[in-house]
Nanobody, 121 residues
Framework: QVHVVESGGGLVQPGGSLRLSCAAS????????MGWYRQAPGKQRDLVAS???????DYSGSAKGRFTISGDNAKNTSYLQMTTLKPEDTAVYYC???????????????WGQGTQVTVAS
């Protein structure tokens, strides 16, 4: 079983910064992709940023220039550094990974439970 846990969320004022972390654990053979998604109440869950095991990154239009995703392969962890936060960034942020378990021959997707980010004065 693979477990994904997000952390680092909280309350921050507009213009502030937060760093989220996504830690994967379990019988992991390899992680191929780690992505950060967010979902605000009443809205769909959208991709914010992603990184592959080779270091390739991708960002949504709203995240580009403000957010930075990074990864630590040795720790099976990714980070989302968020700066210049806006009220519209308020959402539950989820981590999704594509990984292969040690005893599995296929790649599966795994979601974390999310961490709340609230941007407000």
């Amino acid at each position: 079983q693979v477990h994904v846990v997000e952390s680092g969320g909280g309350l921050v004022q507009p213009g502030g910064s937060l760093r989220l972390s996504c830690a994967a654990s379990g019988r992991i053979f390899r992680i191929y992709f780690m992505g950060w998604y967010r979902q605000a109440p009443g809205k769909q869950r959208d991709l914010v940023a992603s990184i592959t095991s080779t270091g390739s990154t991708d960002y949504s239009g709203s995240a580009k220039g403000r957010f930075t995703i990074s990864g630590d392969n040795a720790k099976n962890t990714s980070y989302l550094q968020m700066t210049t936060l806006k009220p519209e960034d308020t959402a539950v942020y989820y981590c999704k990974i594509f990984a292969r378990e040690i005893v599995s021959s296929k790649i599966d997707a795994y979601w974390g439970q999310g961490t709340q980010v609230t941007v407000a004065s």
